[in-house]
């Protein structure tokens, strides 16, 4: 499944997505560890596969929670260096 986390404001899109089979074929997880704020959270999906989420309570404002990670000067972001089964993409 391709789950999206995030919302638009006046000055853009701003969404995590997140391909929950990758996740659920992923032993390391090692996402959860990368990500300096802690967005990426363990869950068990509703067909029983263990899979992440971004954090309810920070997927509102992504944005800021980024910003630190997201200098031009300095890709690839932690979180899609980690995630080698390449699952996720960010909008912005
Ligand atoms: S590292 Fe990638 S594939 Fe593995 S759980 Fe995290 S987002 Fe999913
Ligand atoms: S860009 Fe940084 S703060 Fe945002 S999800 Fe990736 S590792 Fe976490």
């Not at 990670?69 to 390449?86: M, N, R, Y």
Request: net charge negative; aromatic share 8%; proline share 8%.
């Amino acid at each position: 499944m391709i789950a999206n986390y995030g919302y638009m404001d006046g000055s853009g899109e701003y969404y995590i997505t997140i391909d929950t089979d990758k996740c659920a074929e992923c032993e390391g997880k090692m996402c959860i560890a990368a990500c300096p704020k802690g967005l990426f959270v363990p869950i068990e999906d509703d067909y029983g596969e263990d899979v992440v989420e971004i954090d309810s309570g920070k997927v509102k404002e992504l944005k800021y929670q980024c910003m630190d990670c997201k200098p031009t000067e300095k890709p690839p972001l932690p979180c899609i260096s980690a995630c080698t089964p390449g699952a996720l993409k960010h909008s912005w």
